[in-house]
């Protein structure tokens, strides 16, 4: 069908092929649809056994209170803070999965789609909506499922690269006009700031980054401002490239993937974001699956990956995860860009972290918490960086990396990680 033919309707309205005993993927991250959210809430009265498939997803994810019990299951291929308890509860599952996977658990249908709820910009004069700032698994997930249900929104910004979706391909449809989420930017701490420097530290000009979302990052990024020829190849990335891009500080020039552009899976922060990516052939937005490819990644040079973690053990051992058997986050993409950068001629793998929690444990540990979840393993990781220093661990023997690690520990922990370290490692 046509652009012209293509007709809104009410949520009710839209949501009617959903039945019992679907598989449902809700779009995530800012182009969570609210819209198709609120009229899936308040159809549960006719529906059971419905699994809800998503990553994160902004707001209050209604859908996964206990009222709605044996209404609907959340799979959770990310676990966002409004999911967490749903999930250490038992109401809601969680799937421990590198990103770069998750598409051909669709694509090859060990997770069988039967609807995609998904938010897209309006279409162009040819017909064609974009996934807009996030295409990342959703490409997959509209290539995948039996039944389209899109939220047109009138504010969300037209994408270049894989996320094109023809009206054709629609089956039902909303209209809204409303903001995209936005979180809220807030002050650097002095301690954030010193690892973004010593983060900054490690990047050499010419680099290809990765990096996530947060307080880190946005340190790690403000501190480059001196840098030239940096490149972006990234799963995600939020407001603090634009000001790079502006100063001439990344160009991608040097770049072997998509020379002279920038390369992600999705993107989350302020309108000026927003506005920057809208029809912007700078910015490519690509499937995941392609994004986060260890074999992709590394064709760029001098990767170099900025991830983050929970709690890093004495032997290197990374929990990004979990917080002990609590579920707090995902596995994400952090090994699939840790390998990624590795294997890249002048790569560097980082994780960084503070030294302590805000209650002053220290996160440099003799050992992880039990139940927790390892993420990237000990041979796999390289620096870890924290606001006292850089510990590289590549190549080092377990004593050499527990005395690295312990130098980067906050001081108020290290003699009892040094008592610690010799019971740990003995006979090792």
Same mark, same amino acid.
């Given at each position: 069908?046509?652009?012209?033919?293509?007709?809104?309707?009410?949520?009710?309205?839209?949501?009617?092929?959903?039945?019992?005993?679907?598989? *449902?993927?809700?779009?995530?991250?800012?182009?969570?649809?609210?819209?198709?959210?609120?009229?899936?809430?308040?159809?549960?009265?006719?529906?059971?056994?419905?699994?809800?498939?998503?990553?994160?997803?902004?707001?209050?994810?209604?859908?996964? !209170?206990?009222?709605?019990?044996?209404?609907?299951?959340?799979?959770?291929?990310?676990?966002?803070?409004?999911?967490?308890?749903?999930?250490?509860?038992?109401?809601?599952?969680?799937?421990?999965?590198?990103?770069?996977?998750?598409?051909?658990?669709?694509?090859?249908?060990? @997770?069988?789609?039967?609807?995609?709820?998904?938010?897209?910009?309006?279409?162009?004069?040819?017909?064609?909506?974009?996934?807009?700032?996030?295409?990342?698994?959703?490409?997959?997930?509209?290539?995948?499922?039996?039944?389209? @249900?899109?939220?047109? $929104?009138?504010?969300?910004?037209?994408?270049?690269?894989?996320?094109?979706?023809?009206?054709?391909?629609?089956?039902?449809?909303?209209?809204?006009?409303?903001?995209?989420?936005?979180?809220?930017?807030?002050?650097?701490?002095?301690?954030?700031?010193? %690892?973004? !420097?010593?983060?900054?530290?490690?990047?050499?000009?010419?680099?290809?980054?990765?990096?996530?979302?947060?307080?880190?990052?946005?340190? +790690?990024?403000?501190?480059?401002?001196?840098?030239?020829?940096?490149?972006?190849?990234?799963?995600?990335?939020?407001?603090?490239? %634009?000001?790079?891009?502006?100063?001439?500080?990344?160009? $991608?020039?040097?770049?072997?993937?998509?020379?002279?552009? @920038?390369?992600?899976?999705?993107?989350?922060?302020?309108?000026?974001?927003?506005?920057?990516? =809208?029809?912007?052939?700078?910015?490519?937005?690509?499937?995941?699956?392609?994004?986060?490819?260890?074999?992709?990644?590394?064709?760029?040079?001098?990767?170099?990956?900025? $991830? +983050?973690?929970?709690?890093?053990?004495?032997?290197?051992?990374?929990?990004?995860?979990?917080?002990?058997? +609590?579920?707090?986050?995902?596995?994400?993409?952090?090994? =699939?860009?840790?390998?990624?950068? +590795?294997?890249?001629?002048?790569?560097?793998?980082?994780?960084?972290?503070?030294?302590?929690?805000?209650?002053?444990?220290?996160?440099?540990?003799?050992?992880?918490?039990?139940?927790?979840?390892?993420?990237?393993?000990?041979?796999? *990781?390289?620096?870890?960086?924290?606001?006292?220093?850089?510990?590289?661990?590549?190549?080092?023997?377990?004593?050499?990396?527990?005395?690295?690690?312990?130098?980067?520990?906050?001081?108020?922990?290290?003699?009892?990680?040094?008592?610690?370290?010799?019971?740990?490692?003995?006979?090792?």
């Amino acid at each position: 069908m046509s652009w012209k033919k293509l007709t809104f309707l009410s949520p009710e309205e839209a949501l009617s092929p959903l039945q019992s005993g679907h598989n *449902v993927f809700i779009h995530g991250t800012s182009a969570t649809p609210f819209g198709l959210i609120e009229g899936l809430v308040a159809q549960a009265s006719r529906l059971q056994n419905v699994t809800l498939h998503h990553l994160h997803v902004e707001g209050e994810a209604p859908y996964a !209170q206990p009222a709605f019990a044996g209404i609907f299951r959340v799979n959770n291929l990310f676990t966002g803070g409004n999911l967490r308890r749903a999930v250490n509860e038992g109401r809601a599952d969680y799937v421990p999965i590198f990103l770069s996977e998750i598409p051909y658990l669709f694509r090859r249908r060990i @997770i069988p789609l039967d609807v995609a709820l998904v938010q897209v910009s309006p279409p162009d004069k040819n017909g064609f909506c974009t996934l807009g700032t996030s295409v990342d698994v959703a490409v997959a997930a509209t290539q995948s499922a039996k039944i389209i @249900i899109a939220e047109v $929104n009138h504010q969300m910004p037209r994408s270049h690269g894989d996320g094109t979706l023809h009206v054709s391909k629609i089956h039902k449809a909303i209209e809204v006009d409303r903001p995209l989420p936005s979180p809220a930017s807030l002050a650097l701490s002095e301690v954030e700031l010193k %690892i973004g !420097q010593f983060v900054a530290g490690l990047v050499e000009d010419g680099a290809t980054l990765q990096m996530g979302i947060g307080a880190i990052p946005d340190a +790690s990024l403000a501190a480059l401002v001196h840098h030239r020829g940096l490149g972006i190849h990234t799963e995600m990335f939020s407001d603090g490239v %634009i000001d790079l891009v502006e100063r001439g500080v990344i160009t $991608n020039e040097h770049k072997a993937g998509h020379p002279g552009h @920038i390369v992600a899976g999705f993107v989350v922060g302020s309108r000026n974001l927003y506005d920057f990516v =809208d029809d912007n052939p700078l910015v490519r937005m690509l499937d995941i699956a392609y994004v986060n490819d260890t074999h992709t990644i590394r064709q760029n040079p001098k990767v170099t990956a900025i $991830n +983050s973690a929970i709690e890093v053990d004495l032997t290197g051992q990374v929990c990004a995860d979990s917080i002990g058997t +609590s579920i707090y986050s995902g596995v994400g993409g952090q090994m =699939d860009f840790i390998r990624g950068a +590795s294997l890249s001629e002048g790569g560097k793998p980082i994780i960084a972290l503070p030294s302590v929690t805000s209650k002053g444990e220290s996160r440099i540990v003799t050992y992880l918490h039990p139940g927790a979840g390892v993420v990237t393993t000990r041979a796999h *990781v390289h620096y870890i960086v924290t606001e006292y220093g850089v510990a590289n661990l590549y190549g080092q023997n377990l004593r050499q990396r527990a005395k690295a690690l312990i130098e980067i520990a906050h001081p108020n922990h290290r003699e009892r990680l040094e008592k610690e370290c010799y019971a740990c490692l003995k006979g090792q």
